[in-house]
């Protein structure tokens, strides 16, 4: 037998530090092949380590929220053969980090993964009888796949709620049905509504949240924000999308009221270039950009995230729409590479149906402005002395004073408002 040790990954642009975010294996467990093992954070996104090796878990070379150098050791496999390192230089790593478990005769690696599998229907049963929830941290993120993970957004079902049964307790389906089977008060954990609690949690601030929280931190402090709200008349717009969708939704995709908006901010911001703009306050240089990268903000199982949908201004609305719906899907399923996540040049923020009557959103730095859409509702309105009943939307948006003045501000949402408004205007050139 020998140990694989595996190190701290170079992921490049620079970047000698990363924070470990969350294990998804623990000492002792048997690993394959292209499993992740453990998810990393940088700067700019969530990058999965997987194991190049089969074999056992022997030793973690850190804790979840701990800032690790590049070419430290992450994690140490013991494998069929001699491995890569030598056994005195490991010893030494061991018992700095966890001390192994006295090994134990192993049967081939291929012996290994059968048994894995093998064993798996055998657990199921005792899962789906009696199956408790897990107490995960709030930021823990489990092991699923993306089917699973849709399977329990579409369930309403808390992922980190749910025991896996699979390798490395990765969530199955079957772990989903066995959940549901066991009914709302089970899986709550309260049979008396009315009781007395004194629990307390304490959370670690760690992985998406340590970055998200730092960078409003540092949006709120250095930037001179200003937010304007405008309310529009969305009927027209409204109309128009669901033609579309009736006519071209089954060859080309259903239309959503985002790409109308990205439509909007692109056709606006050809009279604004002050607004699609990046600061650097430390160098005192404002960057006008040409090319619209627009920034949808996507909330996942780790936090809000922000894909970017980049040139919008040289894509058609279906393309818009298609581009949104794949990062949108990459990002929930933690799968958005650090280029989808960075570079944006203004930023869409929409919590759809949720989307209350106003906000305050917060930039995106280096940023100087973002557009905040609010939920859409029927109201009756004044037009030509008639009482008509009409679909209204808020957008609330916010800008940096720094840079953008308040009539600029106020200018740009109105362009928007007339573009949406009017939306044949959006299609001419």
Do not use: C
């Amino acid at each position: 037998m020998g140990t694989h040790v595996i190190k701290m990954p170079d992921i490049g642009e620079g970047i000698a530090e990363v924070e470990l975010s969350v294990w998804h294996v623990k000492v002792g467990d048997l690993v394959v092949e292209d499993q992740v093992l453990a998810d990393v954070m940088t700067d700019k996104a969530m990058v999965d380590i997987p194991s190049p090796v089969h074999g056992k878990v022997i030793s973690l070379g850190g804790e979840p929220g701990e800032v690790m150098a590049v070419g430290s050791i992450l994690i140490s496999i013991e494998v069929e053969g001699a491995g890569n390192t030598r056994e005195s230089a490991l010893s030494a790593v061991v018992e700095e980090v966890a001390p192994a478990p006295a090994p134990a005769p192993a049967p081939k690696v291929e012996a290994k993964a059968a048994q894995m599998v093998e064993t798996k229907p055998a657990a199921k049963p005792a899962v789906a009888a009696a199956q408790a929830p897990v107490a995960r941290e709030a930021d823990d993120r489990p092991l699923a796949s993306p089917a699973v993970r849709k399977h329990a957004l579409d369930a309403g079902i808390q992922l980190r709620l749910v025991q896996g049964s699979g390798p490395a307790g990765r969530i199955l389906h079957e772990d989903l049905d066995a959940y549901l089977l066991q009914g709302p008060a089970q899986n709550s954990g309260a049979s008396n509504p009315y009781a007395e609690r004194n629990d307390e949690q304490q959370i670690p601030v760690i992985g998406m949240r340590r970055k998200i929280a730092q960078r409003m931190q540092d949006a709120t402090r250095r930037a001179a924000h200003f937010s304007y709200v405008e309310e529009i008349d969305v009927t027209a717009l409204d109309e128009l999308r669901v033609h579309l969708n009736e006519k071209h939704g089954a060859t080309r995709g259903k239309l959503t009221l985002l790409p109308f908006l990205v439509r909007a901010m692109v056709v606006a911001l050809r009279d604004y270039p002050q607004i699609n703009a990046r600061y650097d306050d430390e160098a005192q240089v404002i960057t006008r950009l040409g090319a619209v990268h627009v920034g949808v903000a996507t909330q996942s199982d780790v936090g809000l995230m922000v894909p970017v949908v980049r040139h919008a201004e040289a894509r058609n609305l279906w393309g818009t729409a298609q581009e949104i719906n794949r990062l949108a899907n990459a990002a929930r399923n933690g799968k958005a590479s650090r280029d989808e996540l960075s570079g944006s040049s203004i930023t869409l923020t929409s919590l759809g149906a949720l989307g209350g009557i106003v906000s305050t959103p917060v930039l995106n730095l280096p940023e100087v402005a973002i557009v905040g859409v609010n939920r859409i509702v029927e109201r009756p309105m004044v037009i030509k002395g008639q009482i008509v009943i009409r679909k209204m939307m808020n957008l609330s948006s916010s800008f940096d004073h720094r840079v953008v003045d308040g009539m600029d501000a106020a200018q740009f949402i109105q362009a928007i408002r007339g573009l949406l408004e009017q939306p044949a205007s959006l299609f001419l050139e």
